[in-house]
Each structure stands twice: as C-alpha cells, then as structure tokens.
C-alpha cells in the first residue's frame, strides 16, 4: 500500500520544529514571530497619542489664567478711574449747590463717598452719553478700516474732512462756552461741542499718523489732550450748572419740606422769614422756647443746617445748632397741607 501523509501531524511536526543554534530559520515560522514583535510598538505609540501632553495643558493654564488676570486689572483701573471722576463731580455739584445758600463746602466735612453719592443722580447720564459716543465712533472706524487698508478709501480726503469739522466744530463750542457763561445758564454746552470736534479731529490725525504717508503723532498727543481738558471742562460746568439747579429745587421745595421744631432751654434769638417763636410757661418747664417754621437742608459734622421755610437766597440765614446739645431738643414732622 501507498503511504499517506497525515495533515494534522505534518502541521504538528511543523510547529514543534526548534531552531539550532546558528541554524537557518525557515519562512513560515519566522514570518509570524517578526509580525507581532511589529504590532507592539505600534499599539504603544497609538496609546501615547491618545494621552493628553501635559506641557499644552499648563501652558493653556497659565495662558487662561494671564488673561483672566489682565481682566481684573483693566476693570480695576475703569473702577479706580470711575471713582476719581464720580469724586470730582460730586465735589463740584456739592460745592454749587451749597454755595447757593452761603455755606462754605469746608464747613460740612463730607466724607469721599459722601461726593460719590451726591455724583450718583447727576453724573451717569453725561457719562453714559460720552460712552454711547465712543460705541458709535468705534462702530463707524470698523466700518472705514477695510477700505482705509485696502486703499479704496483715500486716508488724506478722510484727514481733510475730520480735521476741518473738528476745527469748525471748536470754534462753535469756543463761541458757545463765551456765551453761556452767564449763571444759570447751560454753560456746558460750549465745552461740551469742544469736546467733540477736538475727538474728531484728534481721529483724523490718527488716520494720518496709520494709514496716510505724513506723520500725524504730534497732532494726535495735542488733540487728546485738549480733548482730555474739554472733558475736564465740560465735567466742572455740567456739576456746577446741576448744583444750582439741585439748591433751587430745595428752595421752591421748601414749603412742602418736613417741618423742624426746636426746643431751647435758653432764647436762641432765632429770626427769619416765617419763623415763629413761643415761650412755654410753667415752673417745671425745661425746654422754654420753641421755635418752628425752620426746614432742614441737611445734616453733617455733628451739626443741623436750618433754614427758615420763607427763606430765599438774599432774604434769611442759614442756622446752624449742634446735634449733641443737651439744652437744645428737635423734632421732624410732616407739614400739614
């Protein structure tokens, strides 16, 4: 009989062989050792990508966190900025109007925030209107800097038309702040349109100092700073002209204001416009005298500021008591209609 080869013990053989020392490998056996020592490196490298790199995640850290610092600042400097400004404007509208009834501002010893309050109601609306301003002066450069950089737009004919209506527009406001100087008057008109053409013109010569071919850089540092001088103007005039206006609704308000009523235990010699004096009789009687028909204008420095209900400027005084008088007793009440 033939022989026959048997499969399974052929492959059983075959995969039994050893290879001798310095022997020659054969090619089945030696093409799949080589193919999975390959694999694994390749599966490590994959691993190794899937990893996130530390390096990338602490710079993003200290990137994220450099700009959350320069946010902090910048809204710390606005609010250091915005204070000094609401300060000052408090300080100039508290002055007008406590001039107005011949009080001298040293008197009272307002505190900082005291300014700032008196700043609050007044000083918002002019700032708001200069920010709403430079929102729009920003939104119009926006529009302008594509063609300014391509050169559809020529920047000396912009130059010639900012520069030229700012110039017009300070001559205005030169002639409107001479004017209106008068009291009472809106005299921070003038400063106001001062403002606003030097900004322009101060635009323009930044145009020229970026896009156009002469040097504008001078020109822009003398605009801004007659810009920043007119802002200062138009800040003082606006506090001022709102101080007067403030202490003239105190004195047509008058009236109507709650009433104050004094008691004494010795005559205070109090006289005014519609001020009434009364002796309370009686032996055991501490507070003698009464005094009414007095308004209070404010209160500061351990002290009450009176002034008499008929009081016009010119015509009456401004009383001044001490809070903590033992022989002096106040009390508020609502006039009666």
């Not at 000052?88 to 505190?111: C, E, P, Q």
């Not at 323009?204 to 896009?211: D, L």
Request: proline residues 6%; contains cysteine.
């Amino acid at each position: 009989m033939p022989e026959t080869s048997n499969p399974d013990a052929a492959g059983e053989a075959e995969s039994s062989v050893t290879l001798p020392t310095g022997g020659k490998t054969p090619e089945k056996s030696s093409q799949k050792p080589q193919s999975t020592r390959k694999q694994a490196p390749r599966s490590n490298a994959s691993s190794e990508n899937s990893l996130p790199d530390r390096g990338s995640l602490s710079s993003q850290g200290a990137e994220l966190t450099k700009i959350i610092g320069g946010v902090l600042a910048g809204l710390a400097t606005q609010a250091v900025v915005l204070t000094a400004v609401l300060f000052y404007f408090g300080w100039v509208r508290a002055k007008a109007t406590y001039d107005y009834f011949g009080i001298d501002i040293s008197v009272l010893n307002f505190s900082a925030s005291d300014y700032v309050l008196h700043s609050v109601d007044a000083a918002f609306p002019l700032l708001v209107a200069i920010g709403l301003a430079g929102v729009v002066a920003i939104f119009v450069h926006e529009q302008l800097r594509p063609s300014l950089a391509s050169g559809a737009e020529s920047p000396e004919q912009l130059v010639r038309g900012t520069v030229t209506t700012g110039a017009v527009l300070a001559v205005i406001g030169l002639v409107l702040a001479l004017s209106l100087s008068r009291p009472g008057a809106p005299d921070f008109v003038g400063p106001c349109v001062i403002l606003l053409g030097s900004s322009l013109a101060g635009y323009g010569f930044a145009i020229r100092s970026r896009y156009g071919t002469l040097d504008g850089f001078r020109f822009l540092v003398a605009m801004i700073a007659i810009a920043l001088l007119a802002f200062l103007w138009t800040l003082t005039t606006y506090a001022d002209w709102v101080g007067i206006r403030v202490a003239k609704e105190v004195c047509s308000g008058l009236p109507a204001a709650a009433e104050v009523t004094v008691y004494s235990s010795t005559n205070l010699s109090l006289s005014g416009p519609d001020i009434k004096v009364s002796e309370i009789q009686g032996s055991l009687i501490e507070y003698r005298f009464r005094y009414s028909g007095l308004r209070m204008l404010v209160t500061s420095g351990g002290q009450y500021f009176l002034l008499p209900s008929g009081w016009r400027q010119g015509d009456g005084s401004v009383i001044v008591l001490p809070t903590t008088d033992a022989n002096i007793r106040v009390e508020f009440s609502v006039p009666v209609p």
